[in-house]
């Protein structure tokens, strides 16, 4: 399936690009790895469906901006949904452990049917028990509005496991 290239493709880049355009101070990761599994709810008639989900996700900016790239593939009733996004992140320290983040960005949705462009919205909550950012967890309750006709619109959250990805 294309999407599993093109995601791989991303996270080639991502992490090929993160030491590069890392401008944040130097207790930042170049990257971060979040492997989870996401549910989705249709607005209008609603249908659920179920999935992984991974991202990488990179600051470019440090305390300003972070890009994340993930691909999820939802599945419901016999039928595979799967989306690949680019989030652009305003990120808030809330304390050594514990940050927020509130993002917007593109998403394609690739359906056995169809593809479609949509504008994906999120709030991602990240906590790190250890001090320094190793491992961790992360909350991303999501808000998805579909471009095609018919503007399906859903509702989401993915949660899971955070991996970061130090500079040498």
């Not at 998403?107 to 990240?126: C, P, Q, R, Y």
């Amino acid at each position: 399936m294309h999407a599993e290239k093109v995601f791989l493709l991303l996270i080639a880049l991502s992490l090929s690009s993160a030491t590069t355009l890392a401008q944040s101070k130097d207790d930042d990761p170049a990257a971060i790895i979040e492997l989870g599994g996401a549910a989705s709810r249709s607005i209008r008639d609603s249908d659920s469906a179920f999935g992984p989900t991974m991202a990488v996700e990179t600051t470019p900016v440090g305390n300003w901006l972070e890009l994340e790239m993930g691909v999820t593939p939802l599945f419901s009733h016999g039928s595979a949904e799967w989306g690949i996004d680019l989030l652009f992140k305003k990120p808030w320290t809330l304390s050594p452990k514990a940050e927020l983040m509130v993002g917007i960005g593109p998403e394609w949705i690739h359906t056995k049917a169809a593809n479609s462009g949509s504008i994906a919205a999120v709030l991602d909550f990240m906590y790190w028990p250890l001090g320094k950012h190793k491992i961790g967890w992360y909350i991303e309750p999501g808000y998805e509005y579909n471009l095609a006709r018919g503007h399906e619109r859903s509702l989401g959250v993915s949660c899971g496991l955070l991996i970061a990805i130090w500079r040498q």
